[in-house]
């Protein structure tokens, strides 16, 4: 699999070949997934600096809603609990957004250049982005299981 040519089927059949093979077909969908996670990437970018931004202004804000409306249940929190909640979603846009972005990378150079190296860079980037989004489904499916379980003992309370 040191190049990228397209393999016969004919002459796989006739040897033992334990390697895959990157057909053009494969090579188009590669890079047009490139494309798609490039442009995924840098929305996720986009979006993980307006959470820091609006982090940043926590405490302007806060001024803001607190002259608008007083009586605001938000203002409980306090500035720095929103700063942080702010902050802790950036954190959770950023890391799968620069993931995408080393998998198009990389996939594009893989494809582009026929480099080995970089196709296994893009598939462990593409791995790790599906395993990040994978644990956090499941940490935030067992958090609501276990907000129910709360809101069912409390509810007789």
Same mark, same amino acid.
């Given at each position: ?27 188009? #969908?590669?890079?047009? /997934? ?9 929305? =996720? ?12 202004? /926590? =405490? /302007?804000?806060?001024?803001? @809603?607190?002259?608008? *409306?007083? =009586? ?5 929190? =306090? ?6 909640? #702010?902050? @802790?979603?950036? @954190?959770?846009?950023? #890391?799968? *957004? ?14 582009? +250049? ?5 196709? *296994?860079?893009?598939?462990? *980037? ?13 940490? @935030? ?9 709360? !809101? !069912?003992? +409390? /509810?007789?309370?």
């Amino acid at each position: 699999m040191d190049n990228f040519e397209e393999i016969k089927p004919e002459l796989q059949e006739d040897a033992e070949v334990d390697a895959l093979w990157i057909t053009e077909d494969i090579r188009s #969908y590669i890079y047009q /997934a490139a494309k798609w996670t490039k442009f995924l990437s840098i929305i =996720g970018f986009v979006l993980t600096f307006m959470c820091i931004f609006t982090a940043i202004s /926590a =405490g /302007a804000i806060f001024d803001a @809603l607190n002259a608008a *409306s007083p =009586g605001n249940p938000i203002l409980k929190l =306090g500035p720095n609990v929103l700063m942080v909640i #702010y902050l @802790l979603f950036a @954190l959770l846009q950023f #890391y799968p *957004s620069f993931l995408l972005f080393k998998f198009s990378s990389s996939a594009n150079k893989a494809v582009l +250049f026929a480099d080995q190296a970089s196709l *296994s860079v893009a598939m462990s *980037s593409i791995k790790s982005f599906f395993k990040f989004w994978g644990v956090l489904t499941i940490v @935030l499916i067992a958090s609501y299981i276990a907000m129910l379980f709360m !809101v !069912v003992a +409390f /509810a007789g309370h």
